[in-house]
């Protein structure tokens, strides 16, 4: 009896499709068990667990709880249980896999994100501010900590902490500006490989979280808030009569700026030089140079452009300074 042509393509699809499944399947699990293999303090049977749980993640669809991990995996439910009790470095396991599939040029990013959750017994929950929503919400929140590859525009995901919320530790006088630098602070040997720069949003440029960065040694590249309120120093004679001496004189207008705050001054305990760098669109610096200084800029600055534009491929950046 000859097989009716529609099936027989259809079967055959089928089969490309499973091949091709199979493959996937294989070179993902050669992946994750070459990671392993650099993460220190994990045994084998420790490793192979992992392995079942990271290919779980990437093939269960929609919500992923420990019912749903027995159904689909080769264990118990009560053993993903116990099993998720026991701690893993995924800081460690993340920054390997950066490393060896990044161009190794990266910038760490810090951003919480919101997570909605009702109840009031799940432990973390509190209200937090989305800045999607521009309101107070009730819920949870993770402090995502990234790796952002320069030269590929893509980032790789490092480690999600929860904020403990306002129940955390009643003993505790941190704020939550201190909490979240504390939470790169706690992780600064596994940054520091990676990275001395990190990104945070408008909310971070403030004292405790700034101090915190510039304790570990990094540099934070941010911006100020919209109603940042910014005064200058009072530089003149105090009057002397009793109360507070004046520390500000008006506050700052950057439309207007005094110039009698800002000035020229000729260094002679340092080296002068000339920085050029080249940066692509968002920012980032493609190349530099350091050229030597005391030179007029009208008589070098055409030669130093064409140095820049030899070294990097043109369309980088158009913009130097």
């Known amino acids: 009896m000859i097989k009716p042509p529609r099936i027989s393509i259809l079967r055959e699809f089928t089969r490309s499709i499973s091949s091709m499944i199979l493959k996937g399947y ?30 779980l993640f990437l093939s269960i669809k929609g919500r992923i709880n420990f019912f749903q991990l027995e159904r689909y995996g080769q264990f118990c439910e009560q053993r ?49 501010w989305p800045g999607c929503a521009q309101a107070s919400k009730w819920g949870l929140e993770i402090s995502g900590i990234a790796a952002i590859d320069v030269d590929n525009d893509f980032a790789f995901h490092l480690e999600a902490v929860q904020t403990p919320g306002s129940k955390g530790d009643p003993k505790s006088d941190e704020n939550l500006l201190d909490w979240y630098g504390n939470v790169l602070f706690e992780r600064k040997d596994t940054l520091l490989q990676l990275s001395t720069y990190v990104v945070a949003d408008a909310f971070f440029a403030k004292k405790p979280f700034v101090d915190k960065v510039l304790a570990i040694e990094m540099h934070l590249i941010s911006r100020l808030r919209d109603d940042a309120d910014l005064k200058y120093l009072f530089r003149g004679e105090q009057t002397g009569r009793k109360g507070r001496p004046r520390k500000h004189e008006g506050k700052i207008d950057w439309a207007n700026l005094n110039q009698d705050y800002s000035r020229l001054e000729k260094r002679k305990d340092a080296r002068l030089v000339t920085l050029a760098q080249v940066v692509n669109v968002e920012g980032f610096v493609k190349y530099s140079r350091i050229y030597r200084g005391n030179i007029g800029e009208t008589t070098t600055l055409e030669g130093i452009i064409d140095g820049l534009s030899a070294q990097t491929s043109g369309t980088a950046a158009n913009r130097w300074w």
């Open 80 to 128: 993903y249980r116990q099993q998720f009790e026991k701690p893993f470095d995924f800081m460690e396991f993340n920054k390997q896999l950066a490393i060896s599939n990044g161009s190794g040029r990266f910038v760490i990013a810090f951003d919480p994100s919101y997570i909605s959750k009702y109840g009031k017994l799940t432990p973390g929950v509190d209200r937090y």
């Open 26 to 55: 294989i070179s993902y699990k050669q992946l994750i068990y070459s990671m392993l293999d650099k993460t220190a303090n994990i045994n084998k049977w420790r490793k192979d667990f992992m392995i079942e749980v990271f290919m």
